[in-house]
């Protein structure tokens, strides 16, 4: 939808979308060097649309420094979970002189790139929370052309230098996010960025499509942080990722390869989805065909793509809706996490309809726009890289290598001890920060209480003495799953409420809920506490967790339909329930 149009609908839109249940809350602090309004309004519409309800705060216009260095006495009272940096290069300061030297360019660049960082600092210092910052938009003039990316006095130059510092940071500072003002400009293209009537006006330095475009990109670093963001390409096949009816043409005819522009563009396209597949994004076949024909299409030589890279794999003649159900559940995750793609604008429709919470893309026809169709949605959008995430596709792989063992033995316990598991439980690291953060926020179905946690806030609990906290990564015979499952525990006297317990779903019915049951009544015993209180809150993806407590022998100690209390004593006599993986290491 245009900007202008959302931003005229912009009252009603919010009205339905805060209709829905479950929103997740979160502050956001605008610090703006302009006005902000705009991109606030925009911003709220798209984090709406995926379930993430934000409180905004204002910063007074172009006192972005003043508030967060000199009196951030209104930001502490605020509490925010994120703090926006609004700025652009119109905030920039000073201008170099056209007779500047190379020391004079490195001295402007350090000057501006300081007064940045102590933002940073001082928000990190008094606010402990996550900061978006807008890098910068090259300059709308060039007072030498060409030359202004060569010369120590160029606009252009000073710009990337600074951009570069910034990304620099970035990558040392875990709490430190930049937005790509520099990229959407570039999308979106500088004329149409920039319109001057409009800062004059208004102090708003972007039109209302680019404003659209950085509100966009931010909202896909805000789904990042809270887990948001999708986790499974779901492809149909015929004129989707190659040309042709592989059924009517055969395998020796679809068009893919370098031999015509059609073919290459859908060649292109499925490098597009092996690079989203080596970064840890899954893919999925949904295909109305025969399977034994369909799959054929992976076998012609200038395929991309081979089988041995599809997660899940539906090619019949039943209706798509139904397919993208199964291969959800195949996959243990929800419909929440699937973008669907195909040519057919019919299926689209249907999905759409059928299974709203799955993302549909109007990719269109032509294979030459798919990629850019799905860029444009950020639907894969990724604040940090994780071992996990780059190995996800492996772990799929060995998740169906122990559903094909598990049919030779004649009990489950024989499939379990064949497994040779092993685990690690500890209480929380900060290598593993990240990640742990990461699972928080994109765990819905094994979620007893469904709480999110940011980043720095599961920082404060590793050092928290009244909390116990503990990790649980897993391994077998067939390869390292990774850390998988997380406890939270908040210390009350002789009590622990337990206000955080989840586990990834590609390690269910293998054991490991025992485990780290037996870790947390271990760490209970050491500190002397007396009873564990867990809490179950159901929404609409947890029922697979609904009795957890009941089956590890707490009894039910109170609650309603809104939230069950479970406890269970801690003796001295607790008896171990782990019985098939190799002891946790403590440390």
Same mark, same amino acid.
């Given at each position: 939808?245009?900007?202008?149009?959302?931003?005229?609908?912009?009252?009603?839109?919010?009205?339905?979308?805060?209709?829905?249940?479950?929103?997740?809350?979160?502050?956001?602090?605008?610090?703006? @060097?302009?006005?902000?309004?705009?991109?606030?309004?925009?911003?709220?519409?798209?984090?709406?649309?995926?379930?993430?309800? #934000?409180?905004?705060?204002?910063?007074?216009?172009?006192?972005?420094?003043?508030?967060?260095?000199?009196?951030?006495?209104?930001?502490?009272?605020? @509490?925010?979970?994120?703090?926006?940096?609004?700025? %652009?290069?119109?905030?920039?300061?000073?201008?170099?002189?056209?007779?500047?030297?190379?020391? /004079?360019?490195?001295?402007?660049?350090?000057?501006?790139?300081?007064?940045?960082?102590?933002?940073?600092?001082?928000?990190?210092?008094?606010?402990?929370? =996550?900061?978006?910052?807008?890098?910068?938009?090259?300059?709308?003039?060039?007072?030498?052309?060409?030359?202004?990316?060569?010369?120590?006095?160029?606009?252009?130059?000073?710009?990337?230098?600074?951009?570069?510092?910034?990304?620099?940071?970035?990558?040392?500072?875990?709490?430190?996010?930049?937005?790509?003002?520099? &990229?959407?400009?570039? %999308?979106?293209?500088?004329?149409?960025?920039?319109?001057?009537?409009?800062?004059?006006?208004?102090?708003?330095? %972007?039109? #209302?499509?680019?404003?659209?475009?950085?509100?966009?990109?931010?909202?896909?670093?805000?789904?990042?942080?809270?887990?948001?963001?999708?986790?499974?390409?779901? !492809?149909?096949?015929?004129?989707?990722?190659?040309?042709?009816?592989?059924?009517?043409?055969?395998?020796?005819?679809?068009?893919?390869?370098?031999?015509?522009?059609? &073919?290459?563009?859908?060649?292109?396209?499925?490098?597009?989805?092996?690079?989203?597949?080596?970064?840890?994004?899954?893919?999925?076949?949904?295909?109305?065909?025969?399977?034994?024909?369909?799959?054929?299409?992976?076998?012609? #030589?200038?395929?991309?793509?081979?089988?041995?890279?599809?997660?899940?794999?539906?090619?019949?003649?039943?209706?798509?809706?139904?397919?993208?159900?199964?291969? +959800?559940?195949?996959?243990?995750?929800?419909?929440?996490?699937?973008?669907?793609?195909?040519?057919?604008? +019919?299926?689209?429709? *249907?999905?759409?309809?059928?299974?709203? =919470?799955?993302?549909?893309?109007?990719?269109?026809?032509? #294979?030459? @726009?798919?990629?850019?169709?799905?860029?444009?949605?950020?639907?894969?959008?990724?604040?940090?890289?994780?071992?996990?995430?780059?190995?996800?596709?492996?772990?799929?792989?060995?998740?169906?290598?122990?559903?094909?063992?598990?049919?030779?033995?004649?009990?489950? /316990?024989?499939? !379990?001890?064949?497994?040779?598991?092993? &685990?690690?439980?500890?209480?929380?690291?900060?290598?593993?920060?990240?990640?742990?953060?990461?699972?928080?926020?994109?765990?819905?179905?094994?979620? !007893?209480?469904?709480?999110?946690?940011?980043?720095?806030?599961?920082?404060?609990?590793?050092?928290?003495?009244?909390?116990?906290?503990?990790?649980?990564?897993?391994?077998?015979?067939? @390869?390292?799953?990774?850390?998988? %499952?997380?406890?939270?525990?908040?210390?009350?006297?002789?009590?622990?409420?337990? /206000?955080?317990?989840?586990?990834?779903?590609?390690?269910?019915?293998?054991?490991?809920?025992? *485990? =780290?049951?037996?870790?947390?009544?271990?760490?209970?015993?050491?500190?002397?506490?007396?009873?564990?209180?867990?809490?179950?809150?159901?929404?609409?993806?947890?029922?697979?967790?609904?009795?957890?407590?009941?089956?590890?022998?707490?009894?039910?100690?109170?609650?309603?339909?809104?939230?069950?209390?479970?406890?269970?004593?801690?003796?001295?006599?607790? &008896?171990?329930?782990?019985?098939?993986?190799?002891?946790?290491?403590?440390?």
């Amino acid at each position: 939808m245009p900007a202008a149009v959302l931003l005229r609908k912009q009252k009603a839109l919010r009205r339905d979308l805060l209709n829905q249940t479950h929103l997740l809350g979160t502050r956001i602090a605008l610090l703006g @060097g302009s006005t902000t309004t705009e991109f606030a309004s925009l911003l709220e519409l798209l984090l709406l649309e995926e379930g993430i309800q #934000p409180d905004f705060y204002f910063s007074d216009y172009n006192k972005y420094f003043e508030e967060a260095v000199l009196d951030p006495s209104r930001l502490i009272q605020f @509490g925010p979970n994120l703090v926006f940096v609004y700025t %652009s290069s119109i905030n920039i300061q000073g201008r170099a002189v056209l007779e500047a030297t190379e020391d /004079d360019f490195a001295a402007h660049v350090t000057s501006e790139y300081m007064r940045f960082a102590s933002i940073w600092n001082a928000l990190d210092e008094f606010v402990g929370g =996550m900061v978006i910052q807008n890098n910068f938009e090259l300059p709308a003039q060039r007072l030498l052309g060409n030359f202004d990316l060569i010369s120590a006095a160029g606009s252009v130059r000073f710009v990337n230098q600074l951009n570069s510092e910034f990304a620099r940071e970035a990558g040392k500072r875990t709490k430190l996010f930049l937005n790509d003002l520099n &990229a959407v400009a570039a %999308s979106v293209g500088l004329k149409n960025f920039h319109d001057p009537r409009r800062w004059y006006g208004y102090k708003i330095f %972007s039109t #209302p499509e680019a404003s659209l475009e950085i509100a966009k990109s931010a909202a896909g670093i805000v789904r990042a942080i809270y887990g948001r963001t999708r986790k499974c390409l779901v !492809l149909d096949l015929d004129n989707t990722l190659w040309g042709g009816v592989i059924g009517d043409d055969g395998p020796e005819k679809i068009k893919i390869g370098r031999e015509t522009p059609e &073919a290459e563009a859908y060649s292109a396209f499925q490098e597009y989805c092996l690079r989203l597949r080596d970064r840890g994004i899954l893919l999925a076949v949904c295909s109305k065909n025969s399977e034994s024909i369909a799959r054929q299409g992976f076998a012609h #030589p200038d395929s991309v793509l081979k089988l041995h890279h599809i997660s899940s794999f539906k090619a019949n003649w039943d209706a798509k809706y139904q397919n993208v159900k199964a291969i +959800a559940a195949e996959l243990n995750i929800g419909l929440d996490s699937l973008v669907f793609v195909d040519d057919n604008p +019919a299926e689209r429709e *249907i999905i759409s309809a059928q299974l709203p =919470m799955v993302a549909v893309p109007n990719v269109g026809s032509d #294979p030459t @726009g798919f990629i850019s169709v799905l860029e444009d949605g950020r639907y894969f959008e990724s604040v940090r890289l994780s071992r996990e995430d780059l190995e996800r596709s492996q772990q799929y792989e060995a998740n169906a290598q122990r559903t094909a063992v598990e049919s030779r033995f004649e009990t489950y /316990d024989e499939y !379990l001890d064949s497994l040779e598991m092993s &685990a690690e439980i500890a209480p929380f690291k900060p290598v593993y920060v990240d990640r742990i953060a990461q699972l928080i926020n994109k765990t819905n179905q094994f979620n !007893l209480t469904t709480r999110r946690y940011t980043r720095a806030e599961v920082e404060s609990l590793a050092s928290n003495p009244s909390c116990i906290t503990l990790y649980g990564k897993l391994a077998d015979k067939f @390869g390292d799953s990774g850390l998988i %499952s997380i406890i939270i525990g908040r210390r009350e006297g002789s009590i622990l409420h337990v /206000d955080l317990w989840i586990m990834s779903c590609r390690v269910l019915k293998r054991g490991v809920e025992l *485990i =780290m049951l037996d870790s947390l009544i271990s760490a209970c015993q050491r500190d002397g506490i007396a009873e564990v209180l867990g809490y179950y809150i159901p929404t609409e993806k947890n029922g697979l967790v609904a009795d957890h407590y009941a089956k590890l022998g707490f009894e039910r100690a109170g609650g309603n339909e809104q939230k069950s209390i479970w406890k269970l004593k801690v003796s001295r006599e607790y &008896a171990p329930r782990n019985k098939y993986i190799k002891e946790p290491v403590h440390e």
